[in-house]
């Protein structure tokens, strides 16, 4: 006897045709209710929505970005929050500028020196991050 996984797997291959062109369709407008047993588990982003917006920006850069904005926003120097975490300031320097990879413990110990908790960095970076995937991450110019 089918599990219901299977049952649903089952219903919903059989629900699905190919239209001419090759399109996936159902077969009628009762089976459009029918959903692939995982429709609910992860929802990704449509092809046409991820064309317009920029290219996938590697993590070093938005974590190194969420740094710097941190360290400005407090009026504090490289220097001092490089003294602070325990790290050269070269290095710190290259972390903000998004060309060195971090590692947790280090990218712990400067959030420290900024009085944030590495949550708090990763969660600015994640609404960074989330403002790109929507379009928001910046200015578009068009030539008319």
Not at 48 to 65: C, F, K, M, N
Not at 95 to 107: F, H, N, Q
């Amino acid at each position: 006897m089918a599990t219901a996984g299977e049952q649903r797997t089952e219903q919903y291959e059989r629900s699905v045709d190919r239209d001419v062109d090759g399109d996936v369709g159902c077969e009628s407008d009762d089976d459009s209710r029918m959903q692939s047993p995982l429709a609910d588990v992860l929802a990704f982003p449509s092809r046409i929505a991820r064309e317009h917006i920029e290219p996938d920006v590697p993590l070093r850069t938005v974590v190194g970005e969420v740094l710097r904005d941190e360290r400005h926003r407090q009026e504090r120097t490289l220097a001092d929050v490089a003294t602070e975490a325990a790290v050269s300031l070269p290095y710190l320097s290259e972390i903000e500028r998004g060309t060195k990879e971090v590692s947790s413990d280090l990218l712990s110990a400067v959030a420290g020196a900024l009085d944030l908790t590495l949550v708090e960095v990763l969660e600015q970076c994640v609404g960074r991050l989330r403002g790109q995937l929507r379009g928001g991450s910046g200015i578009h110019m068009l030539a008319a």
